[in-house]
């Protein structure tokens, strides 16, 4: 699997875009980009995903680069229920998802 | 409501207790994924079934023993575990196309072992 890095913590403050970074230089060319995030004590819950393009939706916006190697998961009006650790994943070629670390992501009012 | 239920939401067992965990899923999935997510841990996955099919088995001890008999349900049974086992198990479904395919998770269950 590609792995991924992500900055472990982030803050933002309520109301403003909040921009996530993750690189995975290693992504194959049909390995598609995910994102769930998990508030406190819940299941996590999908985002978004993306292989090419970029992509949107009512929750959040991502960013795909051209070569591939790096993604941003944009929040556009980020409230305190977005309070929160986001992943961001690349899936393998079969069904899996492993999960990393995360970005901790406080906002704050 | 992600359409995936889990029960309980929380258990307490003895080391020497047998339990077992539940998951049910109301989306017409084919696959169904137990995770395992300690303490400042990232979640772990332990196994996939797809299409009722075991596929996957990430050197879990053989005191967790899941079974999946049909598409819509999963059981994590328990027996014997140690104090460490403590965690929140989540389980999570999704219709596998390809390589695509969201993943919904339950609410998870708290398990502690005394």
């Known amino acids: 699997d590609a792995k991924t890095t992500q900055p472990p913590s982030m803050d933002c403050a309520e109301g403003r875009a909040a921009n996530l970074p993750c690189n995975h230089s290693t992504i194959s060319g049909n390995e598609y980009v995910y994102w769930y995030r998990q508030i406190h004590s819940q299941g996590p819950q999908y985002i978004i995903h993306g292989l090419k393009n970029n992509e949107t939706n009512e929750m959040a916006s991502l960013i795909i680069t051209e070569d591939r190697k790096s993604s941003t998961l944009i929040l556009p009006h980020a409230t305190l229920r977005d309070t929160a650790v986001y992943y961001c994943?690349?899936?393998?070629?079969?069904?899996?998802?492993?999960f990393g670390a995360g970005t901790t992501v406080t906002v704050r009012a | 409501e992600t359409g995936v239920t889990q029960t309980p939401r929380h258990l307490v067992m003895g080391m020497t207790n047998k339990k077992s965990l539940k998951c049910e899923q109301h989306l017409g999935h084919n696959a169904m994924y137990w995770y395992k997510q300690s303490a400042k841990k990232p979640l772990e996955l332990m196994f996939v079934?797809?299409?009722?099919?075991?596929?996957e088995n990430n050197s879990v001890p053989s005191r967790f023993s899941p079974e999946c008999p049909n598409s819509s349900h999963l059981f994590l049974h328990l027996h014997t575990l140690q104090p460490e086992d403590s965690a929140l198990y989540l389980c999570?479904?999704?219709?596998?196309?390809?390589?695509?395919?969201?993943?919904?998770f339950g609410e998870g269950s708290r398990l502690t072992v005394l």
């Open positions: 079934y797809n299409f009722k099919e075991q596929t």
């Open positions: 994943i690349v899936r393998s070629n079969d069904y899996k998802l492993s």
């Open positions: 999570a479904s999704s219709q596998v196309t390809g390589n695509t395919g969201e993943l919904f």
